[in-house]
């Protein structure tokens, strides 16, 4: 199979200095490219610089973005040659817009006019007590996915906080059916940490448990290959 991961976390930027971004480490999606390689497939990994990688490989492929256009760009051409993706990335679901001092955000005669303004400096004033950062929604990658290839087999990853399994399957379901994915990793983060990474593996039928990122890895190879 040609496989396809996506791993780490998206970086958006706020001026030439600053960024938002997230806590991933880009360590399950290394796990899980180093699985599939084991086996003999053919492994395509888009990631984030930062993140952590496998050592190469003949088999390996490593591309690296920044943020969410990157991805966007990137992975739609390779979603149409791939088999199979697994879209393990912490995606930034929104992108810094403008930022800009409260006391002329106080003085503006409408705040629609902030909406649609851009940063021109290249590091943004410090001189202010406080900023208001304007944020926009980042496209849903994982919604787009199907509309490339529809019949590429898509794995999909869901991260709550401290909800209760009940809520966290059924979000999960939510997600595989909006999306039409073959698998939605559903996992909580109080439940991971550097010994355990508590998830359920689900699909229309069942959920599966596994409790570190190994077990989430071969849980993943075992049901993608015996379906092949």
């Given amino acids: 199979m040609k496989i396809l991961i996506t791993s780490g976390g998206t970086s958006e930027k706020i001026d030439r200095v600053r960024s938002i971004t997230n806590h991933s480490t880009g360590q399950l999606g290394k796990l899980i490219a180093e699985t599939f390689l084991d086996r003999g ?3 395509t990994l888009v990631t984030s610089p930062k993140a952590l990688k496998p050592e190469p490989d003949a088999r390996l492929k490593i591309l690296t973005v920044e943020n969410v256009a990157d991805l966007l760009e990137t992975l739609e051409p390779l979603v149409k040659e791939h088999d199979v993706l697994i879209h393990a990335m912490a995606v930034s679901d929104y992108s810094p817009s403008y930022m800009t001092g409260f006391s002329q955000l106080a003085q503006a005669s409408k705040l629609e006019e902030f909406l649609t303004m851009k940063n021109q400096e290249s590091k943004i004033s410090s001189e202010e ?8 929604k980042t496209p849903k990658i994982i919604s787009l996915v199907k509309t490339w290839n529809p019949k590429i087999r898509l794995v999909g990853f869901k991260l709550l906080v401290d909800v209760s399994k009940e809520e966290l399957i059924q979000v999960a379901r939510e997600s595989l059916l ?3 994915a073959e698998i939605i990793v ?3 983060l109080t439940t991971i940490d550097d010994q355990q990474h508590l998830a359920y593996l689900v699909d229309e039928k069942e959920e599966n448990l596994a409790k570190t990122k190994q077990e989430i890895a071969q849980l993943l190879l075992e049901r993608l290959s015996h379906s092949e």
């Fill in 178 to 180: 909006k999306n039409q």
């Fill in 129 to 136: 007590d406080f900023q208001v950062l304007f944020l926009k």
């Fill in 41 to 43: 497939h053919q492994v």
């Fill in 186 to 188: 559903a996992n909580d």
